[in-house]
C-alpha cells in the first residue's frame, strides 16, 4: 500500500492579489515577497504555513490548503 503524504501549503490567488504588504509584514520567517509591486508571492521552502498572512490579507486572497505530496 503506497502512503500519500500531505502538507499544508499556503496559495495566493494571484489575479486578485492587491500587493498591499500586509502578509509581508507578518510572515515571521520572511518567507513572502511582493514581485514588482504587483502580487505577493510565498516562497515554499521558507513557508511554515503558520497562517498569519491569511488571518492579516485585507482582502482574503491567501489561503492555507493540504496538498498531496
Do not use: Y
Not at 503506497?2 to 499556503?10: C, G, L, Y
Not at 507578518?26 to 498572512?53: E, F, H
Request: charged fraction near 30%; include cysteine; hydrophobic fraction near 40%.
Amino acid at each position: 500500500m503506497v502512503r500519500i503524504k500531505k502538507r499544508k501549503r499556503a496559495f495566493v490567488d494571484q489575479k486578485t492579489c492587491v500587493a498591499c504588504g500586509c502578509c509581508v509584514k507578518v510572515c515571521p520567517l520572511q518567507a513572502i515577497s511582493v514581485v514588482n509591486g504587483i502580487v505577493a508571492q510565498i516562497d515554499q521552502k521558507r513557508c511554515v504555513c503558520c497562517g498569519k498572512c491569511a488571518q492579516e490579507c485585507p482582502a482574503s486572497v491567501i489561503e492555507i490548503r493540504e496538498v498531496e505530496e
